[in-house]
């Protein structure tokens, strides 16, 4: 297994760059983060840099009814494969940046979400490889539009009410060398925990979900798999904070705003 190392991409000075967190301080590195990145030697302290978000994804993908628990409550049957939509990469947003509510879209819903990183490219490969192709793994809040979600009763749009711009918050870090299957999402909202769930009550074992994914398309370098959210989503409103935890990877904390009405 990959050690356990956290990735993070950060702003200082100007300048944008990568590296490892080491307590509270950055171990700077050069190259590519997912081609044998090298150390430079140098250290910046957390505290004097900026977090972006830890990946910039070519493509994101998000999983419906994928964790059984909430499947249960909502009467959901059971799929059969898969079942995922898109989210536009121009959603994604660093830590501590606001989400910011797109106007007149009404309810706006909060999921935590263990999101994959892919490290490798992954064309149709078997589930007892797919891992080899897993970068880490990073936290997610996977914000929805609710009411446009159905508001055509032709056409399910989802892409378009998970995609607005600062809907799909990521990091702090990216982790390497954790079993997902051990890990807990916990999520809060202002300070009141709202979600506590295990991965283990996954219904697609994520290497399950690469290998079939990447049968239907070619996974790249940096793209992002969300595994879906289980019991506890619900709505924000403006001026309160939504954190996503996941042990061993770190806490993702983003304030709702108010959508900007132009002049």
Request: proline share 7%; with cysteine.
């Given at each position: 297994m990959?050690?356990n190392?956290?990735?993070?991409?950060?702003?200082h000075?100007?300048l944008?760059?990568?590296?490892?967190?080491?307590?509270p301080?950055?171990?700077?590195?050069?190259g590519?983060?997912f081609?044998?990145?090298?150390?430079?030697?140098?250290?910046?302290?957390?505290a004097?840099v900026k977090?972006?978000?830890p990946?910039?994804?070519g493509?994101?993908?998000?999983?419906?009814n994928?964790?059984?628990a909430?499947?249960?409550?909502?009467?959901?049957?059971?799929?059969?494969?898969?079942?995922?939509?898109?989210k536009a990469?121009s959603?994604?947003?660093?830590?501590g940046?606001?989400?910011?509510a797109p106007?007149?879209?009404?309810?706006?819903?909060?999921e935590g979400?263990l999101?994959?990183?892919i490290?490798r490219?992954?064309k149709?490969?078997?589930?007892?490889?797919?891992?080899?192709?897993?970068?880490?793994y990073?936290c997610?809040?996977?914000?929805t539009?609710?009411?446009?979600l159905?508001r055509?009763?032709?056409?399910?749009?989802?892409?378009?009410?998970?995609?607005?711009?600062?809907?799909?918050?990521?990091?702090?870090c990216?982790?390497?060398g954790?079993?997902?299957?051990?890990?807990?999402?916990r999520?809060?909202?202002d300070?009141?925990l709202?979600?506590?769930?295990?991965?283990?009550?996954?219904?697609?074992?994520?290497?399950r979900?690469?290998?079939?994914?990447?049968?239907?398309?070619?996974?790249?370098?940096?793209?992002?798999?969300?595994?879906?959210t289980?019991?506890?989503v619900?709505?924000?409103?403006?001026g309160q904070?939504?954190?996503?935890?996941i042990?061993?990877?770190?806490?993702?904390?983003?304030r709702?705003?108010?959508a900007k009405v132009?002049?």
């Amino acid at each position: 297994m990959v050690p356990n190392t956290r990735w993070v991409r950060f702003d200082h000075e100007g300048l944008s760059g990568f590296g490892t967190l080491q307590g509270p301080t950055i171990q700077v590195h050069e190259g590519e983060m997912f081609a044998a990145p090298r150390a430079t030697g140098r250290t910046l302290d957390l505290a004097d840099v900026k977090l972006s978000m830890p990946v910039r994804p070519g493509k994101v993908l998000a999983l419906w009814n994928n964790y059984m628990a909430l499947a249960a409550k909502l009467g959901l049957a059971d799929p059969a494969e898969p079942l995922y939509f898109m989210k536009a990469p121009s959603s994604c947003l660093n830590p501590g940046e606001s989400i910011v509510a797109p106007p007149g879209q009404g309810k706006i819903v909060f999921e935590g979400e263990l999101a994959i990183v892919i490290g490798r490219r992954a064309k149709a490969v078997s589930e007892a490889a797919a891992l080899d192709h897993v970068f880490g793994y990073t936290c997610c809040n996977d914000v929805t539009a609710a009411e446009v979600l159905n508001r055509d009763s032709t056409f399910a749009q989802w892409v378009r009410a998970k995609s607005y711009d600062s809907f799909c918050p990521l990091g702090p870090c990216i982790a390497t060398g954790l079993d997902p299957s051990t890990l807990k999402v916990r999520t809060w909202l202002d300070g009141q925990l709202r979600q506590d769930y295990p991965v283990a009550d996954i219904r697609f074992s994520v290497p399950r979900l690469v290998s079939l994914i990447s049968h239907d398309m070619t996974l790249e370098p940096g793209d992002v798999i969300l595994c879906g959210t289980s019991i506890g989503v619900g709505s924000m409103k403006p001026g309160q904070t939504v954190e996503v935890e996941i042990e061993g990877i770190g806490r993702l904390s983003n304030r709702f705003e108010a959508a900007k009405v132009s002049s």
